[in-house]
């Protein structure tokens, strides 16, 4: 007979694992609404072996670190104390603020407390900016639910759970790399772990404005079209959308769902690199309201041509990683952001992608003031499981989160899919499905790949990818002239690309070590660098079909597959930028290529 211990212990899992629900629904702009930051230090609780979490029986324990418990008497038996334990900043990688967590992958217990004023008809939410890459999160030892993906944000409601003093918010990190997750085991990236950006809590009103689109109508200059969702509100409640500056002021009345379907006409000024015109736009009801600032611009394809409002364009891009060159480690602030991006412009860039994640909100928001247009992608990164259910759904909610957040963002044309990923029927599949995702939420926007090429024959390089049927824009990583021959090899090689579409080269070039000079024949020296990029872009300019470039890459970042000693010690070493900001040669060679296409008119 089961021991009805036993069996209250199992319920009491089952109904905390099973109430462990997903995320709330997650809450567009809180840079237009009250918040109050948690970021600052944060103690910490380092468990490679997730005692804190597991039971010696590796069952979850009902009495983990979650409970923030502190010995009642001097007898007690407590092995952990978050408030005598080390403090790490929130937002901020662990790897990069403790030398002995450099290589650290496992679980890292994070600790925040704080008081908080309760107020009438007000609801409140802890909102994630991002946490690398599981994170299971509990308010004054509830749990609150479990996050995957390191990269998007998330929101949890707090309201009922919150109390006037000592709350304490404890959340789980953990960035082990599994087959099955996105990314998968294998990246050329450093697995940054921890709460890598700004953490909040988010005030708002028993009926709140949870999330709007507000983007032209596909094909249009002066039709705007989209939606408003409320959440906690009732039929019929009304929504208002003004847009002074343009002598806008619409109001639509929410439907059973909570909606509000959004169509106007209005006369714009449309948003464009040497315009980057933003119009403050205020969403509004009788109990909430939201302020943004919003571009609005067109965007097609017609042939193998981009068209920004009706008009051909070509991409002056760079690949940039989230990684704060100077300081090390994740980027995560306004500062960073405008660093990486000041640096883009320098080199004549109207283009970044942003690899091969969601960067942080400040990166989309600072182009759109800038004017620069973004590549954004979702970590699908080289050989996902491509028959795996979870990780395709995983896939999915990342690239969800991903355009939730930055749908508004005019400075975002192209949502990417996939990196170097293999061809196959599986793959076809799971990428196609979340092509359909990305159009059904978003049918404004462009979609693309990072796709590969092959020979024909050993001069002639071919694009034709099936994945590339479903793209609007086609991507192609090459590296001629480093993993594949020497630089002069591009002077011989044309290309064939199957697709009649727009064509973006979204990876090429090679490894310098700033400083390190000799005969450009010589790898690893800045003159091989340069040599390889003036062949390259020689053989480039020569596609037909080509729109854009995104070289790679802005600057040299860390990476656990680069341990050459003295040359590389875990760097990949392409930045056209040292770590500490040195400009090499070959930046100069892409700067003046593209003053030369700036002077055509490019
Ligand atoms: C790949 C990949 C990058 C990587 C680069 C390199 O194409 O997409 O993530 O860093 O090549 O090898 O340097």
């Not at 005019?410 to 793959?427: D, K, Y």
């Not at 790898?523 to 062949?535: A, G, I, P, V």
């Amino acid at each position: 007979m089961i021991k009805v211990s036993a069996l209250l212990t199992f319920l009491l899992i089952f109904v905390t694992a099973s109430q462990a629900q997903q995320p709330t629904p997650l809450i567009t702009n809180i840079d237009g609404r009250h918040t109050i930051d948690l970021n600052g230090r944060w103690q910490i609780i380092i468990d490679p072996y997730e005692t804190g979490y597991y039971d010696y029986r590796y069952q979850p324990s009902t009495d983990g670190y979650f409970k923030n418990a502190k010995p009642k008497s001097p007898s007690d038996l407590i092995e952990y104390d978050f408030d005598t334990s080390q403090q790490l900043n929130v937002p901020g990688d662990w790897n990069s603020q403790d030398q002995k967590l450099l290589f650290y992958e496992g679980t890292i217990w994070y600790k925040k407390s704080f008081d908080y004023q309760k107020k009438d008809r007000t609801r409140l939410f802890a909102y994630f900016g991002a946490a690398n890459y599981l994170a299971d999160v509990y308010l004054n030892g509830q749990k609150l639910g479990r996050h995957e993906g390191g990269f998007t944000p998330f929101n949890f409601e707090i309201t009922k759970l919150v109390r006037e003093k000592d709350n304490f918010l404890v959340v789980k990190v953990d960035n082990k790399r599994r087959r099955d997750a996105v990314p998968t085991l294998n990246t050329d990236w450093w697995n940054y772990g921890g709460l890598t950006r700004d953490v909040n809590l988010v005030e708002v009103p028993d009926a709140f404005i949870e999330d709007y689109f507000l983007q032209l109508k596909k094909g249009s200059t002066d039709e705007i079209s989209g939606w408003v969702k409320l959440n906690g509100a009732t039929l019929g409640k009304a929504i208002n959308v003004e847009i002074p500056e343009a002598n806008v002021k619409h109001s639509a009345a929410i439907d059973a769902n909570g909606y509000a379907p959004i169509t106007f006409k209005a006369r714009l000024d449309l948003w464009s690199p040497e315009n980057p015109k933003l119009y403050a736009v205020k969403i509004s009801t009788d109990s909430d309201s939201v302020a943004d600032r919003i571009g609005f611009r067109k965007l097609d394809t017609r042939g193998t041509d981009i068209l920004l409002n009706g008009k051909p364009i070509f991409l002056r891009g760079i690949c940039i990683h989230e990684e704060s060159p100077l300081r090390g480690g994740r980027a995560f602030s306004e500062d960073d952001a405008r660093m990486l991006l000041t640096w883009a412009k320098e080199l004549g860039s109207n283009f970044v992608r942003l690899a091969h994640y969601p960067h942080n909100e400040h990166m989309t928001r600072l182009a759109d003031e800038m004017g620069i247009m973004v590549w954004s992608e979702i970590p699908v990164y080289w050989t996902v499981l491509w028959d795996n259910p979870e990780t395709f759904e995983n896939a999915r909610n990342q690239l969800e989160e991903s355009i939730t957040r930055d749908k508004n963002k005019a400075s975002v044309i192209l949502w990417s899919v996939a990196n170097e990923t293999p061809v196959s029927e599986a793959r076809i599949k799971f990428l196609k499905g979340l092509i359909d995702h990305a159009r059904k939420m978003d049918p404004t926007r462009l979609l693309t790949a990072a796709n590969e090429r092959h020979y024909a024959d050993p001069n002639t390089q071919v694009i034709d990818d099936p994945l590339g049927e479903y793209l609007d824009v086609l991507g192609c990583n090459e590296y001629v002239g480093w993993y594949d021959g020497l630089p002069e090899k591009a002077d011989r090689l044309t290309w064939k690309v199957a697709q009649n579409k727009p064509l973006i080269i979204s990876e090429f070039g090679g490894d310098a070590l700033f400083g390190n000079h000799g005969d450009k024949g010589v790898r690893w020296t800045e003159e091989y660098q340069k040599n390889l990029y003036e062949h390259q872009l020689v053989m480039l300019k020569k596609i037909p079909s080509l729109r854009g470039m995104t070289p790679w890459i802005l600057t040299d970042f860390r990476s656990p597959r680069r341990p050459l000693p003295r040359i590389q010690d875990f760097y990949n070493r392409k930045g056209l930028i040292s770590s500490r900001g040195e400009r090499k040669q070959a930046f100069y060679v892409l700067q003046n290529f593209y003053r030369s296409l700036i002077k055509e008119g490019k």
